[in-house]
């Protein structure tokens, strides 16, 4: 069994808000696994969710959003199962007090491969992001609907260190939105470069991950950042690579 809002959750933070439609679930010892990444490939990232109710199994989901609006009518908690012909999972039956639904799989070999990114844990500039700090940078991104945030490590008028967030485009007459993350420890103090990066990704990163118990972003002034996330049950990360024709 699990809830109907947690399954949900799941979806939301790969699927973001329609950016990433097909992906491989990968479930081992209850433990369920999901790489993904951006049609343009400057996003990628994972899920790892706990206590997931099925048996150990590769199954490809190629259309989130009409699996997403079968959830929808569903309510309260829901009996999962899959179903197979020639060992090949075709179904991924739904169940709650109501209703029985079946999702149609697909062959694994139509999902996408997902890249890799080697992690050396060399960033320049790491931060907590609190409740307020998340829906301060998501009506920012929703106020201007810029597609580039530039993220430049700096410092305030206290001489602290911060993470500024600009938004508008680069014009010296077109409206902009600053916003400093303070509170950040940064490696390398003495390079204050800003780096572009896709707003809109960061905002449907930052909308579908509100209910994190702790939140973190990690920049890499060489053109990326990490963000990290982590609940009762689950964990997410995402990596974005700078804009390039900025």
């Known amino acids: ?46 899920i790892n969710y706990n206590n997931f109710p099925l048996p150990d199994a590769e199954i490809a989901v190629y259309d989130t959003s009409k699996l997403s609006k079968l959830l929808d009518i569903t309510s309260g908690d829901l009996m999962l199962d899959l179903e197979k012909q020639h ?22 070999l139509l999902i996408q491969d997902v890249g890799n990114i080697k992690d050396k844990g060399d960033y320049d500039v790491e931060g907590e992001l609190d409740d307020t700090d998340i829906l301060a940078i998501i009506k920012a991104q929703k106020a201007l609907e810029s597609e580039i945030v530039l993220i430049t490590p700096s410092q305030n008028l206290d001489g602290q260190n911060v993470l500024t967030f600009t938004f508008g485009d680069n014009n010296t007459h077109a409206n902009k939105i600053t916003y400093d993350l303070a509170g950040v420890k940064n490696n390398n103090p003495q390079v ?37 996330f982590e609940g009762e049950d689950w964990k997410s990360y995402y990596y974005i690579v700078r804009k390039t024709e900025y």
Do not use: C, H
Request: glycine residues 2%; aromatic residues 10%.
């Open 1 to 46: 069994m699990i809830n109907k809002l947690e399954i949900q959750k799941v979806l939301n933070k790969y699927y973001l808000s329609g950016l990433v439609e097909s992906v491989k679930w990968t479930i081992e010892s209850n433990k369920l696994e999901i790489d993904f990444q951006s049609p343009s490939k400057e996003m990628i990232g994972r």
């Open 192 to 228: 204050q470069e800003a780096l572009p990066f896709n707003s809109s990704i960061i905002q449907y990163i930052l909308q579908n991950n509100k209910d994190a118990e702790s939140s973190r972003i990690k920049v890499n002034l060489k053109g990326y950042i990490k963000f990290e």
């Open 87 to 108: 060992k090949v999972y075709t179904k991924l039956n739904i169940a709650d007090s109501s209703y029985n639904l079946s999702f149609s799989l697909t062959d694994l």
